[in-house]
């Protein structure tokens, strides 16, 4: 059955049940001309939304309309996480060809509906309107903070230590065989294809290191650790140094790099849409940071780098030698192509 034929108000209809997980606070939900809800008391509330384009952030027929769905509102929660906040409401606007056949947009809505009962997100509303070319998908997610509890960009100071809580690059590796199907898959390119296609937003971590204090300043990792990191200290108005030595190889990636002849390192450093998080934590906490993160979620996040009073980022080879890096991460209006990854190769033949 094709979008035209049952309507803007039947697909509404249609897609209307399930949406409110989570009733607290909710006066009216969709269906009205507007949401009603009650802001938890003692809270700040946050604002975040994500637009995705078919043919820039997706492309037909390579990722299913469920994990779309799934994916629309992941890449919302992830930024809830690096404020250290809890979601609380999504609204999903909708543009879309009348060709579409409305089972395919039931099945966005089902993973719409999946990630949003995995971390008690309501559904309330949005908006739906025909496009004459692309599939748009827009999510607006609202969370709450504690008063005063927000984690910012802005927080990070000179001689703080940073770090990770994903190994970068999946994503990428994962991007990268998606566009290169055609042959058998090996061992652990399933995993970086799901890397790419069902990314996990950290909320448990985000809102632990905010609690706790941990996270002086804090930020997702969506368009690349440089260029993401590069967000940060231009907020801070402090600079970074990340070592070599340091940075978390996923064994997956590794091999996948070998194989196609990739550059693992400016996978890991450039490559986007790994939905990590990146912050700093004041180096006499570093210790203490571990050991309750560890208790609480049975790892530890990577240590990196650190912040430091000389402005850039600096890359601090296993050598000793130093190089000075520069943003290659995803630029709306300055990247080419699709996407949020550079694939550099490596020299030599394959």
Not at 155 to 170: H, V
Not at 198 to 226: H, K, N, T, W, Y
Not at 310 to 316: A, C, D, M
Request: hydrophobic residues 40%.
């Amino acid at each position: 059955m094709k979008l035209k034929d049952v309507g803007e108000f039947g697909f509404i209809h249609r897609i209307r049940k399930g949406g409110v997980i989570r009733p607290e606070g909710v006066v009216q939900g969709i269906g009205d001309d507007a949401s009603v809800f009650e802001p938890p008391p003692g809270h700040h509330l946050i604002l975040t939304t994500d637009m995705l384009v078919e043919g820039v952030h997706f492309l037909e027929g390579r990722i299913s309309m469920r994990l779309l769905g799934r994916k629309s509102l992941a890449v919302n929660l992830s930024d809830i996480a690096a404020m250290g906040g809890d979601p609380l409401d999504a609204y999903i606007s909708l543009a879309a060809p009348p060709h579409r056949e409305v089972e395919d947009l039931e099945a966005l809505y089902e993973g719409l509906r999946e990630m949003a009962s995995s971390y008690g997100v309501n559904l309330l509303g949005g908006d739906t309107t025909r496009s004459p070319g692309p599939l748009v998908i827009n999510v607006a997610l609202l969370g709450k903070v504690p008063r005063g509890g927000a984690v910012l960009r802005s927080g990070a100071r000179p001689g703080e230590s940073l770090y990770i809580t994903t190994r970068p690059g999946k994503a990428a590796a994962g991007l990268h065989l998606l566009l290169h199907e055609g042959r058998p898959r090996q061992d652990g390119e399933e995993r970086l294809l799901r890397a790419h296609l069902d990314p996990v937003p950290q909320i448990q971590e985000g809102r632990f290191l905010a609690r706790e204090g941990f996270a002086r300043a804090m930020i997702d990792l969506s368009d690349g650790l440089v260029s993401d990191l590069a967000h940060l200290c231009a907020a801070s108005g402090v600079g970074a140094s990340i070592e070599e030595a340091l940075l978390p190889v996923s064994e997956d990636l590794k091999a996948y790099a070998q194989r196609e002849r990739l550059d693992l390192y400016s996978l890991i450093l450039h490559g986007g849409e790994d939905y990590g998080l990146l912050f700093s934590v004041q180096r006499d906490r570093t210790e203490e940071m571990e050991r309750r993160f560890e208790e609480r979620f049975g790892w530890r996040p990577w240590l990196v780098g650190e912040t430091t009073e000389e402005t850039g980022i600096f890359l601090i080879r296993e050598d000793g030698s130093r190089q000075s890096l520069a943003p290659e991460g995803w630029d709306h209006f300055r990247t080419s192509g699709f996407f949020k990854t550079p694939f550099s190769r490596r020299p030599g033949p394959k």
